[in-house]
């Protein structure tokens, strides 16, 4: 019997910036402050507002602003605390200023800086990441638009799961997420429902794992043998929920669509030649 790996992949890309010159903890004029939304997540006016309402003053602490090489300012990071600052009519903020960056490298600190922090919401991660040219969003952008799809919402040409296949990519890296893509098509056909986070995610964790050992069109014919799109996540939905409470997460729904996409491989099989899940 082939043995299972037992190992969890570690992250194959890194965000990495050049040494360069920072300035900290100095004023700055909120008028002198400019943002580009190619290197930023979108302004929520409403919670900019809702920090202007509560704001106290000393405890903003420093932004981080980007001065570019014609002089202006622009925020990396900070804009809520900066357009907090000016509905509530305060004139300067503290900055932590960085020298030489360009605006890739603006986007690239700014993923940085918001990794352990308050995360930005996927969809704005991935933009960013693209302004930046990290390996991790151009790679799975580039696999996205080889199978004529975008990323963001759930559609026919469109996949929701933004932190799904990110994770794909970034674990096992871009050739298994395009195995993935095809795989999932080949099974469900061209659909929304083909391209659900917990499908892809158990395909990818296969392929991540085996995939030297699978044979994808194979894989597909099984796959699809084993019922449509919408059934097999309601089973996985079935399988995880009847594992109680702390078993319905994420992250134990892609290991249930990863053991039913084992299965899937192994009905058939000699004993020896099967995977073990």
Avoid at 33 to 44: E, G, H, V, Y
Avoid at 172 to 189: C, H, K, N, Q, V
Avoid at 228 to 240: D, V
């Amino acid at each position: 019997m082939v043995q299972k790996g037992t190992f969890m992949p570690k992250a194959r890309y890194t965000f990495e910036l050049p040494v360069h010159e920072v300035d900290y903890g100095k004023e700055v004029a909120i008028s002198a402050l400019s943002i580009d939304p190619q290197a930023q997540r979108t302004l929520n006016e409403k919670r900019a507002q809702n920090i202007a309402n509560h704001l106290v003053r000393e405890a903003i602490g420093s932004i981080v602003v980007s001065q570019r090489v014609d002089g202006d300012l622009y925020i990396v990071d900070g804009q809520h605390r900066w357009r907090a600052c000016a509905l509530a009519g305060i004139p300067t903020i503290r900055a932590d200023i960085h020298h030489g960056l360009t605006q890739a490298q603006e986007a690239i600190l700014f993923l940085i800086k918001n990794r352990e922090s308050h995360k930005p919401r996927p969809i704005d991660e991935y933009h960013v990441g693209l302004t930046g040219g990290v390996p991790l969003f151009v790679d799975t952008d580039r696999i996205l638009k080889k199978h004529g799809l975008a990323l963001g919402s759930s559609s026919t040409n469109s996949v929701g799961a933004v932190s799904g296949v990110l994770q794909i990519t970034d674990r096992y890296g871009a050739p298994i997420f395009d195995r993935t893509l095809s795989i999932a098509e080949d099974a469900w056909g061209r659909a929304a429902e083909s391209w659900d986070g917990m499908l892809l995610g158990g395909i990818g964790m296969f392929l991540g794992r085996h995939g030297d050992l699978v044979e994808d069109k194979e894989l597909a014919r099984k796959i699809e043998r084993m019922g449509s799109a919408a059934k097999w996540r309601s089973e996985i939905l079935s399988q995880s929920s009847r594992g109680g409470f702390n078993n319905s997460g994420t992250g134990s729904r892609v290991s249930t669509a990863y053991r039913m996409v084992g299965n899937a491989w192994n009905k058939g099989r000699k004993v020896e030649n099967r995977i073990e899940i």
